[in-house]
């Protein structure tokens, strides 16, 4: 596809530096980030007001330090709880499998039941406050032309599925780069004809959440999934305020009797005797579950996230997270690039980093995906045995980054801590206090136990400084310049259990190298620059449209 002039004028096109169409969790986290980059963004989504229901129930800690760089994260959870173990159970109630969600990570719990809603929200208001975004809701796009220079896009107000008459003229845009995080049947996807592999497990579950009327007590403030072979079913909190329930639709069963809602009440309360007088239904419907991939998440200038590029089975709470961390990659990336202090090469990393990430989470989601759908008595009962000999390896670590921006060894290894979450404590700076990216800036970060800087030559600080990396020095001696106070020991615990006296982290909180003797840091100052596909502030235009925060 190209932008090839025609016989007749094309319509005069908006000109924007990214367009991203696309306006759930991914969508929102990369047009905040953008925005406050500096660059003109505009936003095509094709529903007009917001769902306004939670469909996501769960993040991370590390996902909820992405909503802390989106938006007002303490107004995004403030309906919000930390999530204790998540059971799988069979019918007779015996336990299967344990996943400790309990702990911190990044500053936040380490699960957290949420209210999406308050989430969505929080980010558009700090998206919506810059100047240089523009969202379009109830806009829908039409084509999607490009070439070496940029994307041509067509939209039109969308007036609703039941209505294919378009009664407003389109309005054309030109965006250097597009994002296309417009969900499962993203039409960004089917405009560049990237077929999806499909890895099975299809399956339909009826979805009851609901607000409670009454505490419904302990049990229900747990996340559990019955696996009984009858018909699989599971509930879990939705915040402090509301709870989900849902049960497996089985083979052959309708989805319309399913979908009935007196159908729903007379399951609650034969299951777990609970009516209309203890809650109020919110969303009662059947959807279904897929384990999608697409082949590629690239097509020049256009880039898949989230729900476009991949959707996977809900067990692992990760389907929403890992497209928040789709578009925190993408955002800072693309700043480096359209700034020009990066070489477009850099982009490559953007898959090269998300799909093995990605692949390895929606694995772990497919596993215990078959565990919960099992039907087969039989297998079941193999299933339980096993889990009872304890046959069946342990669920595997949580998947870090191993390729793309990560400074590896000179033998190719990586330290254990590289590509894994930073950890983010509360600090303090001078009379400021508060969670450390709130108080030092949101960045690529340099964390030392002393000062840095004079091991650093010209060229590595003025790399430092054009890349806004904010320094920051673990100490109380208030003579060091960036130094800043721990008060609950997060960042040295951290350093101390891998060795290190100094690292670097990402915009997007990834940990990219650290050194246990700070004489080696140089090295690692050069590594980034190599790895970034580094041009400098001389080819950038003075940073002309972004927003990177000086050396503090």
Sequence with gaps: MSINPKQTPEPAAEI???????????????????????????????WPTPYGLPRLTHIDGETARIVQACGDVDQALRDACGLGPYQYRNADDELLIELDWTGHACGFPAHISIYQ?????????RAASFPGVEILRGWEAETLRQDEDGVRISAHLWRGAQDSQWTTPSREFIAKYVIGADGANSFVRRSLCIERDDFGQNERWLNLDSENKRDLGEKFSLTTIYCDPARAHM???????????ELRVLPGEDTAYWEDEAVGWRWLKEQHGLGPEDMRLL???????ETRMAHRWR?????LAGDAAHTMMPYMGQGACSGMRDGIN???????????RSAPGLLDTYEEERRPHVSKIMEMARFLGKVANEDDPQKVAERDAAFRARSIPPMPPFPRLEAGIVHAEVDGSLLPAIGTPAPQGRVRKGEVEGRLDDVVGHGFLLIALDDPLRYLDEGQLGFLEQLGCHIVVLSDAASIPGAVVELNGAQAAFMRAHGMQAYISRPDFAVFGGVSDLAHLPGLVDSLRQKLHWRGAAQSSMLAGTSAAAVS
Excluded: C, N
Excluded at 17 to 37: N, R
Excluded at 117 to 123: G, T, V
Excluded at 283 to 289: A, D, Q, S
């Design 16 to 46: 924007f530096d990214v367009a991203v169409i696309g306006y759930g969790p991914t969508g929102l986290v990369a047009a905040s980030l953008l925005g406050e980059a500096g660059y003109k963004v505009v936003v095509i989504e094709r």
């Design 117 to 125: 809603p308050d989430i969505e929200d929080a980010i558009h208001q």
């Design 235 to 245: 509930y879990m909190p939705i915040g402090t305020r509301r709870t989900r329930f």
């Design 283 to 289: 969303r009662h419907v059947v959807y279904t579950f």
């Design 299 to 303: 097509d020049g200038r256009i880039f």
């Design 330 to 340: 993408l955002a800072w990336k693309l700043d480096l690039v359209l700034s020009g």
